[in-house]
């Protein structure tokens, strides 16, 4: 059995997590005019604080399901230990490019940014930026294919993605971890390899200035890579409850045909929903809208219907002890679900027509990200760090939640009204009612921001509480 230890990730991730807090917190104040932090720094900072927060999720859902996949199958762990290396690289290349360059286009960029406007920010940092991506991205493709080598090595291609409740062949059922994370890991590895290209294509016309590209190819490569992976990113949050929870309900959560049929649907669907966020886009074919729209509206309905129904079979009746990890669980996997219906209301064309690019877009992620993926994650580094803080981790909770609460609902007002995302000073906004208003909301937002601040540092001092729990074969 190879051993692996948590605690480096235990300590380097959510040190991250804290600075980044720390820039939203000074973007929300800057938006607010409680402090004034110059335009070009304002954008340079969103971008650092987007790609940081979506890549420290990703790399920590990678992370858990390591651990968990070692209770089953033989993975090479040197490769855990290789995307967090990779990670450290691109945080480093990531702040020198923000902080140092300048460099500020957003977490994801509409060509012909990051290369024009030519001068905003020198061109050091755009090959900086693009290479430390390009590394994340490798080590991030090595360990899903890694986990999808070990799974079908262990149970077999068609075990492994549940298809034996399907051809009624093939007894050995594997647990529900192993069918989850194939189902999301595969279109990990497709929109990663897209994701690859687009950094390639960009990396070459960052060598070659004349080179030519189609934006509108850009933008769908772009989504069908950003989307997808923060989307897995949730539903391998969704896999660490499955495997974890019944410790704490006493129940097992087995797989069943039910499981395996949503799972493996939500396979498609995971690609086939991105193109809502391409309905802007008259050039578009139509079918590819329709399409978008279509699948946005069915994902909502199979991973969480036998979550939630899993769930409840899980608790009812079980008289378990609502210790913090199964607490944080129930949370994470209720803030999933709130801010996926608040995405599936944008993906409705007619909504999407007024919500399109207003704050409700930061809402939704903000939602199913901050109390819900991030939560889970929490929830994780606690128990694989097995410690016994309790008191404390909950009374971390319950202000990070408060405070998150408090800090999201002004982005959905925001949002609901039409405040525009990706605003540095609200008094640019022309309509002045709207402008007014915008600039109240983030003041209300700034006084909820510390409970957050201050209930994931006391989180954090209860997981470094423990000193790291081994790996149970199972
Ligand atoms: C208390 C914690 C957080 C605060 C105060 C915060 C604050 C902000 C603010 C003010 C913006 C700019 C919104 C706009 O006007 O467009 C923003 C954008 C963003 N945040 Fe957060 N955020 C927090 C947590 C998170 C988390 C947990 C994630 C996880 C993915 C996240 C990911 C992003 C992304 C991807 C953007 C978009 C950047 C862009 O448009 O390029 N944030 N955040």
Redesign the pocket.
Known sequence: MKRFSITPFAVILPLVFIVL?LL??T??AN?GELIQVDPQLFYAI??L??LG??GT?AVGGLTALAYLLLRYVNLNTKLVYFLLFSYLITVVGLISATLLGHFGP???VLYPLPFKPMGVWPNWSIGLAIVSLIVLGVAILLIQLEFFRACVARYGLKNSLGWQFFTGSGEYVPPLVIITVDAVVLPGVITTLVGAALLMLYFVKWLNPSTELDPLLIKNMIFIWGHTLVNITMYMGVAVVYELFPEFSGRPWKSNKFVALAWNATFFIVLLAVFHHLYMDFVQPLPLHITGQTFSYLAAVPSTVVTVTGFISQVYKSGMRWSFVPLSFFLGILGWLIGGYAAVIDSTIVVNNQFHNT?WV?AH??TY??IGF?LILWGFLFYAMGSKRESLAKLGLASYVLG?VG?LSMFYVGGAFGVP???AEYSMIPVESLSHLAQILPKIAVVF?PY?LVGFLLIFISILGGSGREVQRV
Do not use: E, K, N
């Open positions: 807090i939203g917190l973007m929300r938006q969103m971008t604080h987007g927060m979506a999720a957003g977490w994801y704050l930061p992620f903000h990200f901050l991030y998150g800090f995302r990706r605003y921001i957050v």
